[in-house]
Structure formats: C-alpha cells, structure tokens
C-alpha cells in the first residue's frame, strides 16, 4: 500500500499567496523528503526533515513533521509562477527497508501571474 | 555537467520488444536506483544497488533485468515488453550513510511507449 498520501491533489493560487500542502503516512519513518517535479523533468530534493526533527526552514520553504500524527506539511510562502510544479513527499522507513524512499501521489501547485 | 543522465529520453516500441534503459552518474554515490512512475504520476521504486550489489527488488516482474558494471552505472533491461510497461523510468542515485536514506538525485526520466 501507498505510504504517503498528499492533499490536496491540485492547489491553485495567485503569486504572492502561500502554498501548504499536506502529507500523511503510514509507518513509523527515520526521516520524511518533499520533492519537487517541473512538468517532463525529474524529481528534486527540496528538503529532508528527520524523525525526531518538528520543522525546518529553507528559503521561502517551512516543513513541519507530527511523528504522533505521521503527518507533514510543506509551506511555500510568497509563491512565484515558477514555484508551478507537482510536489511529492517521501518517507524512509529505515531498517531493513534502508534506500527504499516512498513516495506519495503528489500535489500539483499551479500559481497564476 | 548531469549529474544523473539516462538514455534514451524517448522509447517508442511494440509489444514483445525489449529495450534498455542506461543510466550514469558522476556524483561518485554509491547507491542507484531505478523507479517507475505511472500515468497518475505516482512513483515506485523498482530497485536499488549499492556498489554494484543488489538490495532492493520491489516485486518487479523478472522481465525487468538490471545491471550494475560499477557504481556509476546501473541499467535497466526490459524483455517481452507489454502494454502495461509504459511509463516514465527514472533512475537516481544517493549516498548512503548511517543516519537512513539521504537525498536522492533523479535523472530527468526516459518515456517509454509500448503500442
């Protein structure tokens, strides 16, 4: 079964507006990742949160981690319309499932000039 | 200079073909990975390597045959291919370390097509 679930699926916005999105999982991780994916390109690595780790902060990006609700969100404050992407999160449930990241079905943020 | 190229970028093919998907990187990571992501866009993981040693092979069909020559490489071989197989392969590398999986760094995809 999936791990991460993102909500909402699609978010629209004007530029200038924040974006949150939301992630939920299912098991236990060692750390929690939000990635970015440009329409017909790969994923990248936006920021990684570890378990016992409530928020972290790069740029206009904020994640917070709830490990007692196994819930994250991803906030991206005065969007752009280049910030216009799908945004996935992936968990790391460690142990013996060490190297095998998964992910959610993503949110696809569109921002409007 | 890519960090994590595959090729090709495009793959069109019939059903009962095989193909190969190659990938590098020049990171120097130890760990390479092959996912699948769907239609829907949602991304599984396939299989990982780490220095050239399998360690991860999610219920992949065992049409699906990768390869690692040495850990800057791991290629993908796909026999018999069917409808079901269309998808954007992406593969991606990291480094492994004793704190879990780190960072991983995606190429930009190969689309294949199986008409």
């Known amino acids: 079964s999936q791990q991460g679930e993102e909500d909402p699926q699609a978010l629209s916005i004007q530029e200038g507006e924040n974006a949150t999105m939301n992630c939920s999982y299912k098991t236990s991780i060692n750390n929690l990742q939000w990635y970015r994916q440009n329409s017909g390109r790969g994923l990248v690595h936006l920021i990684l949160?570890?378990?016992?780790?409530r928020e972290k902060h790069s740029g206009r990006l904020r994640v917070t981690l709830d490990t007692s609700k196994k819930s994250s969100s991803l906030l991206i404050t005065a969007s752009r319309a280049a910030d216009t992407a799908s945004y996935f999160c992936a968990t790391d449930a460690g142990g013996t499932s060490y190297g095998k990241l998964t992910f959610g079905q993503g949110t696809i943020l569109t921002v409007h000039p | 200079d890519t960090a994590v190229s595959q090729t090709p970028k495009y793959l069109v093919t019939q059903m009962g073909n095989d193909k190969s998907i190659k990938c590098e990187q020049n990171?120097?990571?130890?760990?390479m990975y092959w996912y699948k992501q769907d239609s829907k866009k949602f991304l599984k993981i396939m299989f990982s390597?780490?220095?050239?040693?399998?360690?991860i092979n999610e219920t992949v069909p065992n049409r699906f045959s990768p390869k690692s020559p040495d850990k800057a490489h791991l290629n993908l071989h796909i026999n018999s291919l069917e409808l079901g197989d269309s998808a954007v392969y992406f593969c991606a590398s990291s480094v492994r370390g004793p704190r879990g999986t780190g960072e991983l760094f995606f190429g930009e995809g190969s689309r294949l097509t199986v008409l």
């Open positions: 949160i570890r378990s016992n780790e």
């Open positions: 390597y780490n220095n050239k040693e399998l360690i």
């Open positions: 990171l120097g990571h130890d760990t």
